[in-house]
């Protein structure tokens, strides 16, 4: 996948540059998120804390609990943060930065894997010998790994390591460098001023 998205965007360059365009053209490259890796050996059963046959789960980096009327649900979060690289919490108790408590196919309790781990059950990993491997993403956007790229070249943009910015601000600096007001929206117009000429 890398050396098919670098052989397309050395066409792109390419055709800018034998049409003397290149230096004319503000050119952006991003990717939505980026990856940790992760490994048979970085696994935490949630089988002793989790009564399957009462609480349904949402297997992911963040793992969702979906436990019946009657269950204790402030057991179950006690039970499951007592395990290694988890953090169990009502969806209301999750941090505001996180954006993630007020949408109703949110479960109800929210269990947050650190980074490069995986929560799973014995029974999916005896049928799925392989897994996990390689990389995921869906961890807290805190941890570096998981940082997507913003790389950008052109007239209309400063050069050199401009610091983070947030994907949310990528909307303000295009719109910026074509030269028309952005709608309103969720991003900081300071990172724009930052990154334009």
């Given at each position: 996948a890398i050396l098919e998205a670098d052989a397309a965007l050395g066409v792109l360059l390419d055709g800018l540059r034998q049409r003397g365009r290149l230096d004319a053209t503000d050119i952006v490259v991003v990717s939505d998120h980026g990856m940790t890796a992760v490994s048979r050996e970085r696994v935490v059963l949630l089988d002793d804390a989790v009564d399957y046959e009462t609480v349904d789960v949402d297997w992911g980096e963040v793992v969702g609990l979906w436990p019946e009327a009657g269950v204790d649900v402030d057991a179950l979060i006690?039970?499951?943060?007592?395990?290694?690289?988890?953090?169990?919490?009502?969806?209301?108790?999750?941090?505001d930065r996180l954006h993630y408590s007020d949408h109703p196919r949110i479960p109800p309790v929210v269990v947050l894997v650190d980074a490069g781990w995986t929560a799973s059950s014995q029974s999916y990993l005896d049928r799925n010998p392989e897994r996990p491997s390689g990389g995921a993403h869906g961890y807290d956007n805190v941890e570096r790994d998981l940082h997507g790229i913003f790389l950008a070249r052109g007239p209309h943009l400063r050069t050199g390591a401009l610091g983070t910015l947030s994907t949310v601000d990528v909307y303000n600096v295009l719109a910026g460098a074509l030269g028309v007001t952005p709608a309103p929206n969720s991003g900081d117009p300071a990172v724009a001023a930052r990154v334009l000429r």
């Open positions: 006690a039970r499951v943060s007592a395990l290694p690289h988890l953090t169990a919490m009502r969806k209301a108790d999750v941090p």
